[in-house]
């Protein structure tokens, strides 16, 4: 046993839990209740009181556990060699309630803000009749907001999770039982068509009761892909055309005559079919599988949606003059019986032209398809111009209200999604370019050994390459196998994947695959290596009197060592005279990604996020000297340990400059079906990252002043203590990779088909080669959490200790950031978050799994005490004693229900104790894997 405290590691909900606010809360509790209650009793019913019983049991001792009334172990000795057969449904019952309980919160906080709403109190911030407010104030004239927002673009970027898995019956099931309670809420007891909302209720619990929450097989990307498309006919296809449509007219409304936003502000993108760093699975078939789905989930939207206008634009040339256009578009059609339809003749020539595109474009045809024999769209541009006619002919004679409905929402629609949906990103590592080209070189007799090169002489031999028009390989080289004179696997697969992409834009357009990501960018060839690729697709073309590529290559700096170097790199580049015609040809605009995991990974929370932050502030520097425009993409996980957190607050945590009107950030994992799953709180989170885009473009957010430079230069001594205080546990403890995977379910991420992607870059056990979505994962499943909070506390005791100012005064410093620079009380408010969701008690059983004492000791007491120095220094630097003081959503979460997670862990250790000893039961597999699922659906944000 691992001797700890478990009142001094009990959760952090327990001991500084408050009851401010109670009454507000009750609302959600009796939802809660229940819902809980009619999961219980569906639990009995299908599966007998024994189950139902030990369900209870279990319940109820999470909450002495709680309430500390017994110990741990008291709790784990009630699954001790519990029979799989009953373990299952306890880990099924727990990890339903956790998705129940997810609803209760989400309908809470509606209620609450709809609360405020009825109040009159003022705008919420992030919301974006706050930020209006906002800019109104600072009374910005319209010359500074039309530069500001030229090219503006906001663009979440949805990525494949292997947690996010949950069959599309759960996830329509979870959107029912939302409207349901949404109805209950409003204090219904039935629905429109007279139903009992209670049976609703029970009827749908049942359904998800009786539905396997995880597949079998293992997740294929094909899988991913499905998943991924989702949520646009789920929320986005009403959603993104909505926000869109209002923040162009509040803008222009506030700057006339700017011509503000004449593109779409928020454009979605996906890396799920596109990102091979690490993943052999994604080859150029499934490139083309991500385009083409993407294409027909666009393409069957809009032909749905001209099949409802049609009935619904009934208008009669007897009774309406319509426009001389829109009766040029309806000639198309000569049906007799709407020869006085001329909407409907013109809706009819639109979709018969659709249908069209889709038989040229498409390899499947959706439905509400009409063969009129037309031709087919070119561009979306076209579609887009026959709408417009049908919208300026309705305006003619007063049918403002009409064309503002479902027809406005299609043209915005059409303007944001085109014919591709959603840009798809190429991702892949620098390392594997290097291998390409290399071969390519030598194939071509331009180069026998390319890897041999320094990197000068490598810039000079790629720029050369670059400046011609002769591809280095031909059909010979990719038809014939490597015995006979061919290429390897790895380069035809590379040169396929390019290949696929450049048919997916000249299918779709040019935004179906807009980005060229390259991992672990250290380098300018590794910038021109991704170039020679493109090019050898044709896609990429700087010989010629005006250079052209659709697709912009975009260097991702991942490790701290990288984002420190990555201002120089940017610089090389740009200084590159092709390279730099090429960025004057896309606008004069660069995209760099920042990568939060892997920087995190290597130095740990505090040392990466400044690392970021100080990575920002020298790339604006580079680009605002070099006269171009750039964007970051922010590589965020779900999980506070990989960028993480609140978008809000993290967007106006960046430095200055560092948002110009663009931003865009991935979005992983859990969190994806809790912003984006129903369009409620898909417009919430998608009006706070349009919110927080305006406010860091044009107002001054960051607050530092003339205190910038001693700010920044007290942040990289704090920051320097923490990567060591990291570096002594996670790079330098013997044993410590050891550790980890005993103590966590890390292996098992990798053996029980979780995901599509393999869990590590290499088939090594080293956490340099370990993905950062299993690394913290394992953590969170722990309930360590270590990548959000680790080192911190260290750093900030040896900093106040070592100055020569006093104590007193190093802590009046720190306590003044807080207040004042929103970077850092965003980094110790979600420091604060992740350490509301460890609990170390729980965490102690974990490492009972590692079989070495010594070991266990050795890396498990560092933990604890880091743990502990941590929330000290939190309440030190902050004044708050409550963890949560800032964060009163998540406190409500803490305590009313996750103690409900209690059973999950203890039942994941005892089945990672039998899978380990050799027990290969089928249903211990899937136990494991059901624990994983139900803990990330429960913490919502674990990978």
Known sequence: MVEVSDTALAPIGAVQRTLVGREATEPMRADIRLLGAILGDTVREQNGDEVFDLVERARVESFRVRRSEIDRADMARLFSGLDIHRAIPVIRAFSHFALLANVAEDIHRERRRAVHVAAGDPPQDSSLAATYAKLEAAELDSATVADALRGALVSP???????????????????????????????????????????????????????????????????????GLRYYPAALFEVIPQVNAEVRAALRARWPGTDLLSGPLLQPGSWIGGDRDGNPNVTADVVRLATGSAAFTALAHYLSELTHLE?????????????????????????????????????????????ATTAHILDRRPQHGLDLGLAPYGTPAELRADLDTIDASLRSHGGALLADDRLALLREGVHAFGFHLCGLDLRQNSDVHEQVVAELLAWAGVHPDYGSLPEQERVALLAGELATRRPLVGERALGAPPACGGLSDLARGELGVVAAAAHAIRTYGPAAVPNYVISMCRSVSDVLEAAILLKEAGLLDVAGPQPHCPVAISPLFETIDDLHNGAATLHAMLELPLYRALVAARGDCQE?????????????????????YRAELALVEVARKAGIRLRLFHGRGGTVGRGGGPSYQAILAQPPGAVSGSLRLTEQGEVIAAKYAEPRTARRNLESLVAATL?????????????????????????????RAYAELVHETPGFVEYFMASTPASEIGSLNIGSRPTSRKPT???????????????????????????????????????????????????????????????????????????????????????????????????????????????????????????????????????????????????????????????????????MNGLASALRNSG
């Open 157 to 227: 970027v949805i990525t494949a999770h292997p947690t996010e898995t949950r069959r599309r019956t759960v996830f329509v099931t979870q959107h029912r039982i939302t409207e349901l309670m949404r109805l209950h809420a409003d204090g219904r007891t039935e629905t429109a068509d007279g139903r009992s909302i209670e049976r609703e209720l029970r009827r749908h619990v049942l359904t998800l009761w009786q539905t396997a929450l995880i597949r079998l097989s293992r997740l294929k990307i094909s899988d991913e892909i499905e998943v």
């Open 592 to 612: 760099v990604m920042l990568g939060y995991s892997d920087s995190n990974k290597d130095g740990g929370y505090l040392a990466a996020n400044w690392a970021v």
């Open 695 to 723: 406010e860091s473009t044009l107002l001054d957010v960051e607050g530092l002043g003339d205190a910038a430079e001693p700010a920044y230069a007290l942040l990289d001594e704090v920051a320097a203590l923490a990567r």
């Open 311 to 355: 009935q619904e634009l009934s208008m009669s040339a007897r009774l309406v003059r319509v426009t001389d256009a829109l009766a040029a578009l309806a000639d198309g059609c000569r049906e007799q019986a709407r020869a006085d339809e001329p909407y409907r003749r013109a809706l009819r020539v639109i979709r018969g032209r659709l249908t």
């Open 765 to 931: 056990s080293s956490i340099a080669d370990l993905r950062a979505i299993p690394w913290v994962l394992a953590w969170s499943q722990s309930r360590v959490m270590l990548p959000g909070w680790y080192g911190t506390g260290t750093a900030f005791e040896r900093w106040i200790a070592a100055g020569p100012e006093t104590q007193d005064e190093r802590v009046r410093a720190l306590h003044d950031l807080y207040r004042r620079w929103p970077f850092f009380r965003s980094v110790l408010s979600n420091m604060a978050q992740v350490l509301a969701k460890s609990d170390l008690g729980l965490a102690a059983r974990y490492a009972e799994l590692v079989d070495d004492e010594s070991l266990r000791h050795r890396v498990f007491d560092k933990i604890v005490a880091e743990h502990q120095r941590t929330i000290a220094m939190h309440k030190l630097i902050t004044g708050q004693g409550d963890l949560l003081a800032d964060n009163p959503a998540l406190a409500r979460s803490v305590f009313n229900r996750f103690p409900y997670l209690e059973p999950l862990n203890h039942l994941q250790v005892e089945l990672l104790r039998r899978y380990r000893c050799g027990d290969d039961d089928e249903l211990v597999q899937r136990g494991i894997l059901l624990t």
